[in-house]
């Protein structure tokens, strides 16, 4: 069984994130897509963030119904800062029976410029099989407020993804590129647009707006 990782602070879970697992499927044969929402960023401080359990329940409600999706909370029960390199380990030792190939690590390539960084970097871009996935470059744009993630401590100087060249840093070289669909949203905009009154609904999973509404997360009302 070939399996990929899709990590992530999913707060909250979107249709971007379905479609790109999706698009891995597809195009790279993957049996299984695992969600893993992260306990603590080691790169970043989120705000408005749920609590750990609640953000693995949207994830959940999003996986229901489709047999290549996978919520997976081996980070939530770890605790503590999630690295990817002990997620990886994990799951290699807990699908040894079942796997034909690499874990297939997927990506967004705004988090390229800092992946040096990461723990383990080196040995994790051996034990799995790297997959970019292309993010918009706007997809944050004009989105600085309260509701936005902020990077800390290295990961605040790296250069902007756009000044990065993936094939400069040798431990992609064998990374694979998914030509998925460029969907302009995020998780941000729509915590924004929850807690404004906006429209959000065509934004998120069916069973994932509806969580929230039912549950009154990210500051929703009734309107």
Not at 48 to 69: N, W, Y
Request: glycine share 6%; proline share 6%.
């Amino acid at each position: 069984m070939k399996i990929a990782v899709l990590g992530g602070s999913f707060n909250p879970i979107h249709i971007g994130h379905m479609a790109l697992a999706d698009e891995v499927c597809n195009q790279f044969g993957y049996d299984r897509v695992l969600f893993i929402p992260t306990s603590t960023p080691p790169h970043k401080k989120m705000n408005d963030a749920l609590p750990a359990l609640t953000r693995f329940a949207l994830v959940k409600a999003a996986c229901r119904g489709d047999r290549h999706f996978v919520a997976e909370d081996c980070e939530i029960r770890r605790e503590g800062i999630s690295y990817t390199y002990d997620t990886i380990c994990y799951l290699q030792k807990k699908y040894a029976s079942s796997l034909t190939d690499k874990i297939g690590l997927i990506m967004g390539d705004d988090l390229l410029p800092g992946f040096h960084l990461w723990n383990n970097a080196e040995e994790l871009s051996k034990m799995c099989r790297i997959i970019i996935a292309r993010r918009p470059m706007d997809a944050d744009k004009n989105r600085m407020s309260r509701h936005s993630n902020t990077a800390i401590g290295e990961y605040a100087n790296t250069v902007p993804p756009e000044q990065f060249a993936p094939e400069d840093e040798p431990l992609l070289k064998d990374a694979l590129q998914l030509d998925n669909p460029m969907l302009s949203v995020s998780s941000t905009d729509i915590r924004s647009r929850i807690a404004e009154g906006k429209a959000f609904s065509y934004l998120v999973p069916q069973a994932v707006g509806k969580c929230i509404k039912q549950r009154k997360l990210y500051g929703y009302k009734q309107h």
